[in-house]
């Protein structure tokens, strides 16, 4: 008699508030941009267009075997990050841009989510991959960021492969500093020793778009409900002064925290470390109670424009929310999950 009055209570609490369509958490989960930035239909040819729509969608595709075979959520997001490194295309790893004295300095973030470990590197100039640098500096170090030389030299010590700086020159990133130093009255520096003649160096592919963003990052949710958080970069074009943005500034672009969100940003690094970005939507959704997107739109659309900070970031959290968000008129990103297919999208109006 007790049993059947509970289960009709049972039943009209479930018809007096029918359960909302909540779409399933995924098992696995995965989102990732390639740079935000002043990037519009108008600037950008079929041919570019394409190139960078392949590679988004193969880098995601890397990421997303990792993460269907049950590895974890930091493995997806180096793997993803180091085919990004790899391709010219993106300002990280090979095809970064230069500083004013002719350098690729790169910057790394890697954050885990489960125990809130974190290890960053800045200013690195001879580890071919600085997101497994960064990787290494939390797993096997007792800190949480080196810098410079000293940073390089860990590497090694890690067993990471070393390259000669000319690996990371491309003349589309020479191009855009001759330019850029050309604007601001600067001395253009000698080319990079090791680096092709300028008359050997054709450049192949893609030729230089102009928007001033390329920074790789991603975040990833695997099937143990883990998530991490990577993003590389070489900053901005013509930095100086060992400038160092907030790529690897744990917090302002990059962070993860099971229990709110996992964060990768990219834009002007000057106005994301000052908002403490990644943190500061991670917090709202953990202690505001905001949803991600709501967060996300906060911080980035709201709380940066008002301080003239462009940009934008990706995240996602435990529970399967994924999302975007910018101010620019572009961003390279794409995402998949086991829920729904992958997409990949540049302009403002995709969805
Ligand atoms: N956020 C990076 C920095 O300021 C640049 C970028 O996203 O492209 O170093």
Same mark, same amino acid.
């Not at 239909?41 to 267009?49: F, K, L, P, V, Y």
């Not at 974890?72 to 990280?92: H, R």
């Not at 002007?268 to 967060?295: D, M, N």
């Given at each position: 008699?007790?049993?059947?009055?509970?289960?009709?209570?049972?039943?009209?609490?479930?018809?007096?508030?029918?359960?909302?369509?909540?779409?399933?958490?995924?098992?696995?989960?995965?989102?990732?941009?390639?740079?935000?930035?002043?990037?519009?239909?108008?600037?950008?040819?079929?041919?570019?267009?394409?190139?960078?729509?392949?590679?988004?969608?193969?880098?995601?595709?890397?990421?997303?075997?990792?993460?269907?075979?049950?590895?974890?959520?930091?493995?997806?997001?180096?793997?993803?990050?180091?085919?990004?490194?790899?391709?010219?295309?993106?300002?990280?790893?090979?095809?970064?841009?230069? $500083? &004013?004295?002719?350098? #690729?300095?790169?910057?790394? %973030?890697?954050?885990? !989510? *489960?125990?809130?470990? @974190?290890?960053?590197?800045?200013?690195?100039?001879?580890?071919?991959?600085?997101?497994?640098?960064?990787?290494?500096?939390?797993?096997?170090?007792?800190?949480?960021?080196?810098?410079?030389?000293?940073?390089?030299?860990?590497?090694?010590?890690?067993?990471?492969?070393?390259?000669?700086?000319?690996?990371?020159?491309?003349?589309?990133?020479?191009?855009?500093?001759?330019?850029?130093?050309?604007?601001?009255?600067?001395?253009?520096?000698?080319?990079?020793?090791?680096?092709?003649?300028?008359?050997?160096?054709?450049?192949?592919?893609?030729?230089?778009?102009?928007?001033?963003?390329?920074?790789?990052?991603?975040?990833?949710?695997?099937?143990?409900?883990?998530?991490?958080?990577?993003?590389?970069?070489?900053?901005? $074009? &013509?930095?100086?002064? #060992?400038?160092?943005?907030? %790529?690897?500034?744990? !917090? *302002?672009?990059?962070? @993860?925290?099971?229990?709110?969100?996992?964060?990768?940003?990219?834009?002007?690094?000057?106005?994301?470390?000052?908002?403490?970005?990644?943190?500061?939507?991670?917090?709202?959704?953990?202690?505001?109670?905001?949803?991600?997107?709501?967060?996300?739109?906060?911080?980035?659309?709201?709380?940066?424009?008002?301080?003239?900070?462009?940009?934008?970031?990706?995240?996602?959290?435990?529970?399967?929310?994924?999302?975007?968000?910018?101010?620019?008129?572009?961003?390279?990103?794409?995402?998949?999950?086991?829920?729904?297919?992958?997409?990949?999208?540049?302009?403002?109006?995709?969805?």
């Amino acid at each position: 008699m007790r049993l059947a009055a509970s289960l009709w209570i049972v039943l009209a609490l479930a018809i007096a508030s029918p359960a909302t369509a909540q779409a399933p958490t995924p098992k696995w989960a995965l989102v990732i941009h390639g740079g935000a930035g002043v990037i519009e239909r108008a600037n950008m040819d079929a041919g570019t267009e394409a190139a960078y729509r392949k590679a988004m969608a193969g880098a995601l595709a890397e990421g997303q075997r990792v993460l269907e075979k049950g590895g974890s959520a930091m493995d997806a997001v180096e793997a993803t990050i180091k085919v990004m490194e790899d391709d010219p295309l993106f300002n990280a790893g090979r095809g970064a841009v230069f $500083t &004013a004295e002719g350098r #690729n300095e790169l910057d790394a %973030a890697f954050m885990d !989510g *489960a125990t809130m470990k @974190a290890g960053s590197v800045a200013g690195v100039t001879r580890t071919r991959h600085p997101i497994s640098l960064a990787r290494s500096v939390m797993e096997k170090s007792p800190h949480v960021m080196l810098i410079g030389h000293g940073a390089d030299q860990f590497a090694k010590v890690a067993g990471l492969e070393q390259v000669d700086p000319a690996y990371f020159f491309t003349e589309r990133r020479w191009q855009q500093l001759e330019k850029t130093l050309n604007e601001q009255r600067l001395p253009i520096p000698t080319r990079p020793i090791n680096a092709p003649s300028a008359a050997r160096s054709i450049s192949r592919g893609p030729q230089p778009d102009d928007h001033r963003f390329g920074t790789v990052g991603v975040v990833a949710l695997d099937q143990k409900g883990d998530i991490a958080a990577g993003t590389s970069t070489g900053g901005m $074009t &013509a930095k100086r002064w #060992n400038r160092v943005g907030d %790529a690897p500034i744990i !917090g *302002a672009g990059t962070y @993860a925290d099971n229990r709110s969100c996992a964060v990768s940003a990219t834009g002007s690094g000057e106005y994301f470390i000052r908002l403490t970005v990644a943190r500061t939507i991670c917090a709202l959704v953990q202690y505001k109670g905001l949803s991600l997107q709501a967060a996300a739109d906060e911080v980035v659309r709201k709380q940066l424009p008002a301080i003239n900070g462009d940009g934008g970031i990706i995240a996602l959290s435990a529970d399967g929310q994924l999302v975007w968000s910018f101010n620019t008129p572009g961003m390279y990103r794409a995402r998949a999950s086991s829920e729904e297919p992958a997409v990949v999208a540049i302009y403002k109006d995709e969805p």
